[in-house]
Structures are given as structure tokens and as C-alpha cells.
DNA sequence: GTTTTCTCCGCTCACACCTG
DNA sequence: CAGGTGTGAGCGGAGAAAAC
């Protein structure tokens, strides 16, 4: 199990054919490569979501949770004022489907219709079974039309958050909330300045001190938490004048961030 | 709601700082 | 004072279509 996540990771960095996705087909191509904080946070945790201690999970903390809750509440008034009608152009654009539902799609209407829950139920089975039986010769057409998909869908989203309002997106994702579904988020294309101490941690990784404690193993603990941790207490360590060219740096990124954004509103 | 597979993204951890 | 900003590995789950 291990072996194979590493050896999707490895794969991952090289190449993206499609004898690499069928061999790993969970793996995300490289164009798609996404990081936590590279991808926008929703600012409201989806309502299925609880705690369940410190260990590493795809759970929110409750304290996060129960705050949240409470700004939501705090923001009804608000959004009652500026309330918009939301027609369905105004939803964000779909996904593409995958792979396997391009598949399916074309795999439904080389079959008689089903007239039962039970035959679609037997046809989505059968479908799969096809699928399985396909080589990467017979499965390429559905990944170059998903490839043409991706791209347009990619395009279709930085043009949707380009031409729609906030009022219209809180008014949107007031209904999703409503339903237990996560929040849209708002995709920025000017990301804020990065912080000192975020700056010096990019130096601390490059690092030999950075790149030793990537390579060592201590069970149980992430690579990246022990750097982090490691850059910290570094950082309380470092004189005012060390810390300086990183505050300079800071100050400088977030001037121009700041006349860049005055120049866009002007 | 149910079935299928695949892709994408939310979330976790640590840290400090800054904005709204 | 919450949340966004950077780093990234890795897990879990939502959502995509179609039929009823």
C-alpha cells in the first residue's frame, strides 16, 4: 500500500500518460497539483464535519466550528439586506465528468433504455465491468475528452469568479450551507503577500538544517510538521537584525500588493 | 436514493503576522 | 478575533451522469 502511494507520487512527477493514470487512475494530473493553502479554505466547515481530537484528520476543530457558526449567525441581518435572486446561470459551473462517467454516458446510449431502478442499477454494474476490460488503447478517447473537459471547465471557473459579485455568491452559498453542502469559494487571482516568518520558513526548507530533518524518519510525525516546528523555534531564536531582511521583504510585497489593489479599484 | 469510477478538493499539522 | 497567507503528504469524501 505504502509502496504504491510512493510509487504514484514518483510516477506523478514525471509523466502524465495515460498508461501512468490507469496504472494509479486516483492520481491528480500535475497541471491540477493542488496544496492546502494554495487552494482557497471554505469559511464555513460543511455541517457533517466534527472533531475528534488532535490526531491527523479530515475533521474541523470544534472551536473553529462553534465560532464559525456563531459569525454565520451574526451575518443573517446582513445578507437579508443585500439578498439577490439566484437563477441557475448564476451557479458555478459543474465539473466535467470523469473518465469512467464519459464511458458510461456513451455505454447508456449503446443499450436499451432501463425502464426499472433495478436494470440501471444492473446497467451502471455492467458498465463497470466493461470498463474493466477495456486496455488504455480503448479507454484514450475518454481521457482526451475529459483532458478537453478539465481545460475548458478551468477556464469557464476563473471566468465565473471573474464576473460574479460577492453579494451573489454569499446569497448562493447561504442555500448550500441551508443544505449541509460545502461553500464555493472564491478563487483569488492576486493571492495576499507572504508573511516574514512564512518567508523565512521557505528559506529554513532550502536549508541544510531544513533538508536533513525532511530526510530523517520519526514515526507518526509529518515531515513537513517537524520543519515547521523546527523553522518556529528557530525564528524565536533569530536577533531582530536576522529577522530583519524578512520583514523588509514582508513590508515591501505587501506596499506593492497594496498599490496594485489601489491601481484595480481605481 | 441507488449503482458505477474517477477526479478534485477539504482538511490536518505546525508556525507568525496582518487585515477586515 | 477569525481567517487568510505559505509549505506538502496523505486521507476521506463529495460530486460528476443517467435511469427510475
Same mark, same amino acid.
Given at each position: 500500500?505504502?509502496?504504491?502511494?510512493?510509487?504514484?507520487? *514518483?510516477?506523478?512527477?514525471?509523466?502524465?500518460? *495515460?498508461?501512468?493514470?490507469?496504472?494509479?487512475?486516483?492520481?491528480?494530473?500535475?497541471?491540477?497539483?493542488?496544496?492546502? *493553502?494554495?487552494?482557497?479554505?471554505?469559511?464555513?466547515?460543511?455541517?457533517?464535519?466534527?472533531?475528534?481530537?488532535?490526531?491527523?484528520?479530515?475533521?474541523?476543530?470544534?472551536?473553529?466550528?462553534?465560532?464559525?457558526?456563531?459569525?454565520? =449567525?451574526?451575518?443573517?441581518?446582513?445578507?437579508?439586506?443585500?439578498?439577490?435572486?439566484?437563477?441557475?446561470?448564476?451557479?458555478?459551473?459543474?465539473?466535467?465528468?470523469?473518465?469512467?462517467?464519459?464511458?458510461?454516458?456513451?455505454?447508456?446510449?449503446?443499450?436499451?433504455?432501463?425502464? =426499472?431502478?433495478?436494470?440501471?442499477?444492473?446497467?451502471?454494474?455492467?458498465?463497470?465491468?466493461?470498463?474493466?476490460?477495456?486496455?488504455?488503447?480503448?479507454?484514450?478517447?475518454?481521457?482526451? &475528452?475529459?483532458?478537453?473537459?478539465?481545460?475548458?471547465?478551468?477556464?469557464?471557473?476563473?471566468?465565473?469568479?471573474?464576473?460574479?459579485?460577492?453579494?451573489?455568491?454569499?446569497?448562493?452559498?447561504?442555500?448550500?450551507?441551508?443544505?449541509?453542502?460545502?461553500?464555493?469559494?472564491?478563487?483569488?487571482?492576486?493571492?495576499?503577500?507572504?508573511?516574514?516568518?512564512?518567508?523565512?520558513?521557505?528559506?529554513?526548507?532550502?536549508?541544510?538544517?531544513?533538508?536533513?530533518?525532511?530526510?530523517?524518519?520519526?514515526?507518526?510525525?509529518?515531515?513537513?510538521?517537524?520543519?515547521?516546528?523546527?523553522?518556529?523555534?528557530?525564528?524565536?531564536?533569530?536577533?531582530? &537584525?536576522?529577522?530583519?531582511?524578512?520583514?523588509?521583504?514582508?513590508?515591501?510585497?505587501?506596499?506593492?500588493?497594496?498599490?496594485?489593489?489601489?491601481?484595480?479599484?481605481?
Amino acid at each position: 500500500m505504502v509502496l504504491s502511494l510512493l510509487a504514484r507520487h *514518483l510516477t506523478l512527477g514525471t509523466t502524465s500518460t *495515460l498508461a501512468a493514470r490507469v496504472a494509479f487512475p486516483a492520481a491528480p494530473s500535475v497541471l491540477t497539483r493542488r496544496t492546502f *493553502l494554495a487552494t482557497p479554505h471554505p469559511e464555513f466547515p460543511p455541517a457533517t464535519k466534527k472533531s475528534d481530537g488532535a490526531k491527523t484528520t479530515s475533521k474541523k476543530s470544534t472551536t473553529t466550528k462553534t465560532t464559525k457558526k456563531a459569525s454565520s =449567525t451574526k451575518n443573517v441581518k446582513k445578507d437579508e439586506k443585500s439578498k439577490v435572486t439566484i437563477s441557475k446561470k448564476d451557479l458555478p459551473p459543474k465539473r466535467p465528468p470523469g473518465t469512467f462517467l464519459l464511458f458510461f454516458m456513451s455505454y447508456l446510449k449503446s443499450q436499451p433504455k432501463a425502464k =426499472t431502478m433495478e436494470e440501471t442499477q444492473a446497467l451502471a454494474k455492467r458498465a463497470s465491468e466493461v470498463w474493466k476490460t477495456y486496455s488504455i488503447a480503448e479507454k484514450q478517447p475518454f481521457y482526451d &475528452e475529459n483532458e478537453v473537459l478539465k481545460e475548458q471547465f478551468q477556464k469557464e471557473r476563473v471566468e465565473y469568479f471573474r464576473n460574479t459579485s460577492i453579494t451573489t455568491l454569499k446569497q448562493i452559498n447561504k442555500s448550500r450551507r441551508a443544505r449541509g453542502k460545502v461553500v464555493v469559494r472564491r478563487v483569488t487571482e492576486t493571492p495576499r503577500p507572504v508573511t516574514a516568518f512564512l518567508r523565512f520558513v521557505s528559506d529554513f526548507r532550502k536549508s541544510t538544517d531544513g533538508q536533513s530533518i525532511m530526510t530523517q524518519t520519526v514515526p507518526g510525525k509529518n515531515h513537513n510538521i517537524q520543519l515547521i516546528t523546527a523553522a518556529g523555534e528557530r525564528w524565536r531564536s533569530m536577533t531582530a &537584525e536576522d529577522q530583519s531582511p524578512y520583514f523588509e521583504q514582508s513590508r515591501k510585497a505587501r506596499e506593492e500588493f497594496n498599490q496594485a489593489k489601489q491601481a484595480a479599484t481605481v
